[in-house]
């Protein structure tokens, strides 16, 4: 017998309902800013992420899914930022627009150790906005993603801020943390000891507790920072308060991804334990001339549905009877059956029918377990007066009507 690979999961019926939930409230909101949905492959060349995520950023070092055919390196995409970048320059948007909002919702692909909320296929709703420096955008978008998050029904989250600041500013960061780490590369973990080397940024992300105790004693603030990007700061923060977003500043936050600039956040939840992140972002305004378009500026950000969903209050499981359970008795009933479930379908109505041939108590019975709102039963009786029964599931009342008259009783129910 055939399992799944480990560290993916089967989204079976009984759970999807909540996933389209989740989908069509995102839909809906990134609506309302309007931003559009693009979808770019799964699967890309592999350069392209090597380029926009960094070299020494632990996704190209450890995680990417690779595909090798003669001398062509693919990958199965990690993030949708650089492809959304991607297809952005190479279909040339920026012509029609300067200033363009997308929204993606798709599986992403890592090669990590499998545990709650993060598998090696999993899931991103997330937003890219590309073509302006402006402070109060990153104010909107981090609204945007606190404004998903409360129509998913979610609360007990916590919003945190940093500011990066520009490229200068984040060599100055690196020569700082280097500078105050050396003495202490003791307490750190191994992987912190190559993360020393190729990625200092990423030690103040670093979990392991022995490593978060030498980060709180660091002396870091923001003197590395330039005055231009302290003041886009101060704008996005006065930005998130007149929207009153509640947030809280996070110096050691940092983004493991090579092309955040100034302001990034994290959206944490207490209930998902140690990987307790449900969502980040953040600006990236030097990645879209790196990957050969011009200069812009862009922000965006995503939140893993896997973990939303362990955190959400949708219930789509519940029962949601809109559907119509015809009940055909004899042979000559089962034809004029399948006419009037086409007949349904046609005209927008959900309909199903007994393919099992169980007997009437027993299709009745199938019938409420999948949240029939009416039952209509056609037998020998029904065919000769051209008319059927119609049962309602939820008051038990039953009636006979005319065939003709059917659909229009069903749709002003």
């Keep these: 017998m055939f ?29 309302l800013y309007r931003y559009q949905e693009i979808r770019p492959p799964l699967i890309e060349e592999a350069l392209l992420f090597n380029r926009s995520l ?77 073509g302006s420096f402006a402070a109060d955008l990153d104010a909107e978008i981090i609204c945007l993603a606190d404004n998903l998050l409360r129509a998913f029904g979610i609360s ?24 105050q780490l050396k003495g202490k590369l ?23 507790q022995r490593c978060q105790e030498v980060v709180a004693k660091l002396d870091i603030h923001n003197a590395y920072l330039c005055p231009e990007c302290v003041e886009h700061f101060d704008q996005v923060k006065e930005g998130l308060d007149a929207l009153k977003v509640d947030y809280e500043i996070s110096p050691n936050l940092v983004r493991g991804l090579d092309y955040y600039t100034r302001t990034v956040f994290e959206i944490t939840h207490p209930e998902l334990g140690g990987q307790d992140a449900i969502g980040a972002g953040g600006r990236y305004d030097n990645l879209v001339a790196e990957l050969g378009g011009s200069q812009a500026g862009a922000v965006g950000f995503a939140f893993g549905v896997e973990r939303l969903l ?4 949708c219930k789509s499981q519940a ?3 809109n559907l119509i359970y015809i009940i055909s008795l004899g042979e000559e009933a089962k034809q004029q059956s399948l006419k009037l479930l086409d007949n349904l379908r046609k005209n927008g109505i959900a309909a199903d029918t007994d ?59």
Excluded at 3 to 26: C, F, H, N, S, V
Excluded at 310 to 313: F, H
Excluded at 364 to 375: N, Q, Y
């Design 3 to 31: 399992k799944r690979i480990t560290g993916t999961r089967d989204i079976l019926p009984q759970e999807a309902g909540r996933w389209q939930e989740i989908e069509a409230i995102a839909r809906r909101v990134f609506s």
């Design 54 to 130: 960094g070299q020494s950023s632990e996704i190209v070092q450890k995680q990417m899914f690779l595909i090798k055919r003669e001398k062509e390196v693919y990958a199965l995409r990690p993030e949708a930022t650089a492809s959304v970048v991607r297809a952005y320059i190479e279909n040339n948007l920026d012509k029609t627009s300067a200033f363009q909002k997308f929204y993606y919702i798709g599986p992403m692909f890592r090669a990590e150790r499998p545990q709650k909320g993060r598998l090696r296929q999993f899931h991103h709703i997330g937003c890219e906005a590309i």
């Design 156 to 179: 007990g989250y916590k919003i945190k801020i940093n500011n990066l600041g520009c490229p200068k500013d984040k060599t100055a960061l690196v020569q700082a943390l280097r500078s």
């Design 186 to 208: 003791k307490g750190l973990c191994a992987e912190c000891h190559t993360r020393f080397k190729n990625n200092p940024l990423r030690i103040l992300d670093c979990k392991n």
């Design 310 to 313: 362990l955190v959400t209050s």
């Design 319 to 321: 029962v949601s009877r």
């Design 355 to 413: 393919y099992e041939n169980k007997s009437l108590k027993g299709a009745l019975r199938k019938a409420d377990d999948l949240g029939s709102r009416f039952v209509v039963i056609i037998g020998e009786d029904e065919l000769r007066k051209n008319t059927v029964t119609l049962k309602d599931m939820v008051s038990g009342e039953q009636r006979e009507t005319m065939i003709e008259n059917l659909i229009n009783e069903l749709t002003t129910k």
